[in-house]
């Protein structure tokens, strides 16, 4: 592990959002639940369609498809799709999560989300987990807005460009993307291993650049990871 510095300085800790701070597949549940109420409700199913869902995604089968051919609906996969990533999650902060950020925040650490997606699909998952409790307005990267997508050094630069005299740390749980460009601007790299609900399985058989310097197996051990000594109040968001 790297050497922690002697100073003072502000450490700045930045968070993927998907199979990081929250599980993908409750975004998942989710969405199946609001559009297997819709079609109960227009469309006067005489069974819930949810269940079934869940099966066929198990499954690997195209849910959609399957779903809109057993009903005989003709309904576009396009409007379902929009339902999907559009809809309002019914999701929240797993208790360890809260309870890491607000150590995080309590300590001193400013915190940062970087995530790829759609604008909306992101943002009503930031609105539905009461991110914005953590993260200040100007420290939220979402790709589709932002212009690029990990593993582009621009979207982690945004963060040294606002905190110039800063250390850095980001946390994440894809090798693939997440890693690269934080471990060449000289961050702290923290992967969060998959705990067998993440939907994409985690691959380390990558050049090294792309892997994290530490692998944590809950998010509260990032907590051992970060120099929490900065004493300045974060009471207020900078501008």
């Given at each position: 592990m790297t050497p922690y510095s002697s100073d003072l300085r502000r450490e700045v800790v930045v968070f993927d959002l998907d199979d990081t701070l929250c599980k993908e597949?409750?975004?998942?549940?989710?969405a199946f639940r609001a559009i297997a109420d819709r079609l109960l409700r227009d469309h006067r199913l005489d069974a819930d369609p949810y269940p079934?869902?869940?099966?066929?995604?198990?499954?690997?089968?195209?849910?959609?498809?399957?779903?809109?051919?057993?009903?005989?609906?003709?309904?576009?996969?396009?409007?379902?799709?929009?339902?999907?990533?559009?809809?309002?999650?019914?999701?929240a902060l797993w208790p360890e999560t809260r309870t890491t950020l607000e150590t995080l925040r309590a300590r001193g650490c400013t915190i940062g989300l970087l995530t790829d997606g759609r604008s909306v699909?992101?943002?009503?998952?930031?609105?539905?987990?009461?991110?914005d409790a953590f993260v200040a307005p100007d420290d939220i990267v979402v790709s589709e807005e932002f212009g690029s997508e990990k593993p582009c050094e621009a979207n982690y630069a945004h963060f040294v460009?606002?905190?110039?005299?800063?250390?850095?740390?980001?946390?994440?749980?894809?090798?693939?993307?997440?890693?690269?460009?934080?471990?060449?601007?000289?961050?702290?790299?923290?992967?969060?291993?998959?705990d067998g609900r993440n939907i994409h399985r985690q691959r380390f058989?990558?050049?090294?650049?792309?892997?994290?310097?530490?692998?944590?197996?809950?998010i509260e051990?990032?907590?051992?990871?970060?120099?929490?000594?900065?004493?300045?109040?974060?009471?207020?968001?900078?501008?």
């Open positions: 597949i409750d975004f998942l549940r989710s079934r869902m869940l099966d066929l995604h198990a499954q690997g089968a195209d849910v959609f498809g399957t779903i809109d051919r057993i009903y005989g609906l003709g309904i576009p996969p396009a409007e379902y799709l929009a339902h999907y990533r559009n809809h309002r999650p019914r999701i699909t992101q943002r009503n998952k930031i609105a539905a987990l009461g991110l460009r606002r905190y110039p005299d800063a250390t850095f740390a980001y946390v994440g749980d894809n090798p693939c993307k997440d890693f690269l460009a934080p471990n060449r601007l000289g961050w702290r790299t923290i992967c969060l291993l998959d058989d990558l050049p090294a650049e792309y892997l994290p310097q530490i692998s944590i197996d809950s051990r990032i907590i051992h990871h970060i120099r929490l000594c900065t004493t300045e109040s974060t009471s207020a968001w900078p501008t």
